[in-house]
């Protein structure tokens, strides 16, 4: 395939508003992977799913930050009442087994998020 | 605390000239690590992992569990390797933690 995408690329969202950020992984990839990179930083992970079940979710910074991957392929990221420190690239990553330690994670291009 | 620091943000060398990106970790447990590139208008992409022992584009990085370093080298810089770097520490098998990354920029 053509590797992960995401969309939109770009999002400008008014404060308080809400997003919803989508990721399509590679096909039959197993695990996959949101992370956040603020200017200047590196990427932050935010949350990983298995599948469908989301087996870690330790990174999300609120409960405004909310993931899923209902049918174990495309995510959805969303954002309820967006803040200006939401304002970010949001990554999307998937790789072909469990974990990242044995199996390379492949990296979308990002959403870059501005709240303003 | 799991962490991983990059010490240079920028990192300038001329074409030709050896170049070594820092990366030094905190981990209590036996740390897998990782080095991420990301070229110009590019995703970021898998450089190297240390349990592999490999050399990719003329990079090692060689693990140093007393100095808990992982930095990266290449003996010979070349334009094409000017890029933005991360190092990268596998925490509990899916939770990676990234530095804040190196920019290196080689010289003609």
């Known amino acids: 395939g053509a590797g992960v995408s995401q969309s939109p690329r770009y999002k400008v969202a008014k404060r308080g508003q809400d997003v919803a950020l989508r990721c399509d992984p590679i096909?039959?990839?197993?695990?996959l992977f949101w992370y956040q990179q603020a200017l200047g930083q590196g990427p932050e992970f935010l949350t990983y799913?298995?599948?469908?079940?989301?087996?870690?979710k330790s990174g999300l910074p609120s409960d405004r930050f909310f993931a899923e991957r209902p049918e174990g392929s495309v995510s959805t990221l969303k954002i309820q009442r967006t803040q200006q420190e939401d304002s970010a690239v949001y990554l999307c990553?998937?790789?072909?087994?469990?974990?990242?330690?044995?199996?390379?994670?492949?990296f979308g291009p990002g959403t870059r998020l501005t709240v303003t | 605390a799991q962490r991983v620091t990059q010490p240079e943000k920028l990192l300038s060398v001329f074409k030709g000239a050896p170049v070594e990106l820092k990366c030094n970790y905190s981990?209590?447990?036996?740390?897998?690590l990782f080095w991420y590139v990301q070229y110009s208008r590019q995703r970021l992409q898998l450089l190297l992992r240390?349990?592999s022992r490999e050399s990719i584009k003329g990079f090692t990085a060689d693990l140093n569990k007393g100095e808990t370093s992982f930095h990266l080298k290449k003996p010979f810089a070349q334009e094409e390797d000017s890029a933005m770097y991360y190092c990268?520490?596998?925490?509990?098998?899916?939770?990676?933690?990234f530095g804040a990354g190196t920019r290196l920029t080689v010289k003609p």
């Open positions: 990553a998937s790789s072909l087994g469990f974990g990242g330690v044995a199996y390379e994670q492949y």
């Open positions: 096909s039959g990839h197993v695990s």
């Open positions: 799913f298995q599948n469908e079940a989301q087996l870690d």
């Open positions: 981990y209590s447990g036996s740390p897998e």
């Open positions: 240390h349990i």
């Open positions: 990268a520490l596998n925490v509990n098998n899916n939770d990676m933690r």
